[in-house]
Structure formats: C-alpha cells, structure tokens
C-alpha cells in the first residue's frame, strides 16, 4: 500500500477509534442490488434498531463489491449496548453476520480495509457525535 493510500486509511481508523462502537455487522442483500439501494436497507435496518432502542443511534457504513462483483456492506453500529445481536439482525432481509465489539480496533480496521480504493464509499449516518469516547469528551 502506497503512503497516500496508507494515510487515508490511517485517518478513518483514527477517527473510528474515536466511538464507542457497540456492533460490528457484515451484510449481503438478498438479491443483487445497486449501492443505492443497499444503502436505503441498511438505513431500514438502522432506523429500526433505533426505534427498539428507543434514541438515536450512530453508524458508520462502508459499502464494498466483492471478488465476485456482489455488493454487501461492512458497518458499525454505536449507542446500542443493549440491543441483542439478534434485536439488530431482524431488521436484515438477506445473510448478515452480526457481533458485539470486544475489540474496537480489529472491527475498525477490518471495516476500513478498502479505504485507499473506496472510501467515497463510506458513510456516517445517525447522531455519532453523541458515542465519543471519554477521552475524547475530556479534550
């Protein structure tokens, strides 16, 4: 990886780590579809965990095509501590694997992996600004 490219990859992991993310979601629709359309889904599903959560939610959303030309998603979800895994997976029409975030970092990067190629790809939807970590509320 080129040292630009690193640096862009460099600069959403810095910003990401800043959150307290509570989910880390892998998502492929059901049928192909374009990002547009993904993106309105993944919107569905968090506008619904923020209705079972009963506040504001934030997320960060970076749409990807896969070897096989297939679009699925990687996305982050932050403020919903409380929300099972499965409360979160209900609102996905298609294969999802869904887990709690135990290590920030491994998600963070992994979600960001195709920054330097595709991150005009990348989205942060919902009041993120409320899931800063404390040492960032400090400064």
Known sequence: MSAPSQHIRDGWVEFLLRHRWSHSL????????SKASLEQQFRRLFWGCER??????????????????????????AGADDLTVRAV?????????????????????????????????????GRLDRYRCSSDEEN
Not at 26 to 33: E, G, K, M
Not at 105 to 120: C, D, G, L, M, Q
């Open 26 to 33: 892998h998502l492929t629709a059901q049928s192909p579809s």
């Open 52 to 77: 079972v959560a009963k506040r504001h939610l934030g997320a960060f959303l970076a749409l990807e095509r896969g070897a096989a030309g297939h679009l699925h998603c990687h996305a982050l979800l």
């Open 89 to 125: 997976q209900e609102g996905w029409k298609g294969h999802s694997r869904i887990h709690r975030v135990d290590c920030p970092e491994a998600v963070v990067r992994y979600a960001t992996k195709w920054a330097p190629v595709n991150s005009e790809d990348y989205l942060l939807v």
